[in-house]
């Protein structure tokens, strides 16, 4: 049986990162992983957005791909819509330094889609019981 | 996001609550409050993260900036009853080596 | 400005239910509603839900789309996907009775898409601080 | 979901104490189990909802349908401590009326 597919998008602003944050404490409660694991989750994707809307060039929708497996949680996070100038960004690589540190910790596997400097996607997962 | 704060002038410190979520929507007030009692009154600072359930990058980001302005005239940024999970990120991201962090109860 | 949308999407499967819940939770938390209106918001979209799932012929996919404006709250639940006959629904009519009363209570409006006597999409919404 | 049952043999009741949520995804759990102890000794149900913090329709359903086989032999339902917002429900759907609910504490 292929994968359970679950998105969810909400437009690239800062008040609706909470919203995913959520969004990701269900999807991991669901397939089991335990409290602290759903806390590193739900931090990871909040990162990522963050990374992804903290650009030069940022796009005006987010959407956030959870791909359920039996021992797996993969979440792709990706930029849509239009990509424009940023009016909200810090541009802070120091920024940025930190969230690749929380998501390389709290995830098992963490890849970026880089095109032209910018962030497009982020793709990571994280398997469940280790 | 930030529940309560007092100066001590016996000690020069302000002694700050923080409480619920400190992330990238709320940031920039959470900045702009520590900035202004930097300016109100330089001193040291202590932060209280027994009702902080959550703080992300970019709150990281603001206590860096206000770390950066506190060390300007020889101060510094005491945190406290941080929840592990929260702790956690603060040593992940190193920042357990800028910022005094504090296990446990230390109530003045 | 045109209002701020954001789309869930799951598998018509009762385990992923909760995650709308949550979802809805966390939109209608953002937007600003208070703790009574939150309860009521993810107990209509779980009730929307239901109907959907619970027919004779049900689809494989929900798509949940918020749509969020100053003093409101719009939510439309559509099925999506491959439409087949129904292996865990209970056809039961007393049942989709009961969501029918909770929904109607709960929102200001709801309007129900059918086609072939069977409900394709159920529209709702609910003004902020009435 | 079910955190607890006993039956009292000299009442003939049983005490059930529901947590948690009720949904579409555990109530044919729940079915099962309520149906499994109205077959193991028919009784009385008293349901103590102190600890349950959602209930669906498709929970509500359940509930009737063990009403229906507890009148079979005469027996009731009751339901205890519910919270406000699930009270509600019961009015909404009228089963406020099939089912005896009881406001405030009534520990035995
Ligand atoms: N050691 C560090 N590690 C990671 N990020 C850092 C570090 N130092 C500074 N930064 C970044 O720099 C920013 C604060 O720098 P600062 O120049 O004080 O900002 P501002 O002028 O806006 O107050 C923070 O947002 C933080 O992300
Ligand atoms: N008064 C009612 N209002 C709404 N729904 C009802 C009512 N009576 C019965 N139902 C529906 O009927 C179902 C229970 O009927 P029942 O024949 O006892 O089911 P089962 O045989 O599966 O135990 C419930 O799922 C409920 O949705």
């Known amino acids: 049986m292929s994968s359970d597919l679950i998105t969810l998008s909400v437009p690239a602003k800062p008040e609706y990162v909470m919203i995913t944050r959520l969004t990701s404490a269900a999807v991991a409660t669901r397939i089991g992983f335990d409290v602290d694991q759903i806390e590193d989750i739900k931090m990871a994707v909040a990162e990522a957005i963050i990374m992804i809307i903290n650009q030069l060039i940022s796009p005006d929708k987010l959407l956030v791909i959870f791909s359920l497996e039996p021992k797996l949680i993969s979440v792709k996070i990706l930029g849509e819509g239009n990509w424009d100038s940023n009016d909200i960004s810090t541009h802070d690589l120091g920024q940025a330094q930190l969230s690749k540190y929380i998501l390389g910790s709290m995830m098992d596997k963490v890849e970026y889609q880089i095109d032209n400097g910018t962030i497009q996607a982020i793709l990571m997962h994280k398997n469940l019981g280790v | ?108």
């Not at chain 2, 529940?3 to 709320?26: A, C, K």
């Not at chain 2, 970019?58 to 020889?74: D, F, H, M, Q």
């Open chain 2, 1 to 108: 996001m930030v529940l309560d704060e007092r100066f001590d002038s016996v000690t020069g410190t302000w002694y700050i609550s923080l409480d619920g979520e400190i992330d990238i929507y709320n940031a920039p007030e959470f900045k702009e409050r520590l900035h202004q009692l930097i300016q109100r009154q330089s001193g040291n600072f202590v932060l209280d993260c027994r009702g902080l359930n959550y703080i992300d990058s970019t709150g990281l980001g603001v206590l860096i900036s206000a770390l950066r302005r506190v060390k300007e005239y020889g101060g510094e940024i005491k945190i406290q009853n941080l929840k592990p999970y929260l702790k956690k990120i603060f040593v992940i991201t190193g920042l357990d080596k800028i910022f005094t962090i504090e296990v446990g109860n230390h109530e003045q």
